[in-house]
């Protein structure tokens, strides 16, 4: 296995977040690091728009790049000037789908994570919104974003890290003392757009509740808005029975709440504790005990999917949720060797079925299996996973320091099995909302290229 790599100096800094104002993302502050040095070059052209097209609309000035014939002349006409880098990013999601050929994948998409300092004893929940939102880079988000972010201007309301999806995070907006409701929004943080949801307050506000993402490119046909279309699917409990309910952007409202349609009604304790879900095919899926709990998410009333009642030796708990790569639901599971080293792999496959959901479909042979001679755990339980990046295959965990010898936070890339310590020697336990980021790649890589 490749050496650990240490590219963070110890104790590095992370990024405090307040997300207040949004309306510079980081690529924003990435290009004013080098203004200078674009202005030199750019004295010469029209920072307007490039000569003869300066009075041509936005909106035409796309449709013409729409029928660019492959991706590199589209980046030369992003770094002609900033106009023109600004109408492309704007529209880089359709721009890309209306590429003959994809653009490039993009090597690392993952830059990190967000996370928040569980508040030490029991408190109410609306005090949780005194807790700091952080942002850890990877030593790849290090190098993109800079040595460390700025902070947010904060105007005292706070936020707690929900899901992320493909470039987006779902935040849950509080304010200190007042939790009359749920208020969400669905931010970029490389571009700083952000979408304010309408709050979920009276009779429609729920208790415990795990949340989904689901975006423009997890979707065969989608919208007319695609390149800002996003879909948030909410799971909660009403006195008899578990709910679902669904936000969609193009419509601008909320679906009306539909009911969980086989098994009893979750627990509160099950509810707080899902952990991160990922998507295939619209259905959204989170780990449960022995199985998997699906929803349907590209319709426009949220459904349940049928899902195997249990499925044999598969894990109780403390495990994600994957796509292996011959497509199928896979459980992402941690190990403790003889000789006190660690390891990760995935198994218990199940196949999806051709309308949602999966079959009882096994497979015991594993996909892919690491271990990890330079962590040493004491304990089985010191080992927590954390965040499974699907598009770049890279995997978030975190090792408790009373557990282990080398405590900290890690990022694991399945593919050529290179560890990476992004926090060291730090306690984790107390993390809590803790949720990966990984980059849209078109949106990104028509960006950076103008940077």
Not at 166 to 181: I, T
Not at 271 to 288: D, E, F, I, K, T
Not at 384 to 403: M, P, V, Y
Request: glycine share 8%.
């Amino acid at each position: 296995m490749p050496p650990l790599r240490r590219d963070r100096p110890r104790g590095a800094a992370t990024a405090r977040l307040a997300l207040a104002p949004y309306h510079k993302g980081w690529l924003s502050r990435r290009r004013r690091r080098q203004r200078g040095r674009t202005n030199r070059r750019a004295r010469n052209d029209d920072r307007d728009g490039n000569g003869a097209f300066s009075a041509v609309p936005d909106n035409v000035l796309a449709n013409v790049f729409t029928r660019f014939p492959d991706a590199a002349d589209l980046v030369r006409c992003a770094a002609t000037c900033r106009r023109w880098s600004r109408v492309i990013t704007d529209a880089a999601v359709l721009l890309c789908r209306s590429l003959p050929l994809p653009l490039p994948v993009l090597p690392r998409l993952a830059l990190g994570f967000f996370y928040q300092e569980a508040a030490a004893g029991k408190r109410k929940r609306s005090a949780a919104a005194g807790q700091t939102c952080r942002f850890v880079p990877t030593a790849a988000g290090a190098r993109l974003l800079g040595p460390s972010l700025s902070p947010f201007v904060e105007d005292g309301e706070y936020s707690r890290p929900v899901t992320s999806r493909n470039g987006r995070v779902v935040l849950e907006l509080r304010r200190e003392g007042h939790a009359d409701g749920l208020k969400l929004c669905v931010w970029n943080p490389m571009t700083g757009d952000v979408a304010t949801l309408p709050p979920l307050h009276g009779d429609d506000k729920p208790g415990a509740y795990a949340c989904a993402l689901l975006t423009a490119d997890d979707l065969d046909d989608p919208p007319p808005s695609s390149p800002t279309f996003f879909r948030v699917v909410v799971v909660y409990n009403r006195r008899t029975y578990t709910a679902l309910r669904s936000y969609s952007s193009d419509t601008g409202r909320w679906s009306a709440e539909a009911r969980r349609s086989s098994g009893p009604k979750m627990s509160s304790y099950t509810l707080h504790n899902l952990r991160q879900s990922v998507v295939h095919g619209g259905v959204a899926y989170w780990p449960l005990a022995h199985t998997a709990f699906a929803v349907r998410a590209d319709t426009p009333e949220p459904e349940e999917m049928p899902m195997p009642p249990a499925v044999p030796k598969a894990p109780p708990h403390d495990h994600l949720l994957g796509i292996s790569p011959d497509g199928k639901l896979s459980f992402i599971v941690t190990s403790r060797y003889f000789d006190g080293s660690a390891g990760v792999s995935s198994c218990y496959h199940l196949a999806f079925g051709s309308n949602g959901g999966c079959t009882r479909e096994q497979v015991s042979v594993c996909t892919w299996r690491v271990r990890l001679h330079e962590l040493r755990v004491h304990r089985s339980d010191a080992m927590n996973l954390r965040w499974f990046c699907e598009r770049s295959g890279l995997l978030f965990f975190t090792i408790d320091a009373k557990g282990s010898s080398t405590p900290g936070a890690y990022v694991l890339n399945i593919a050529t099995k290179e560890l990476e310590k992004v926090a060291d020697d730090i306690d984790c336990r107390s993390w809590t909302n803790f949720v990966g980021y990984e980059m849209d790649q078109a949106s990104y890589y028509l960006s950076s290229v103008a940077c």
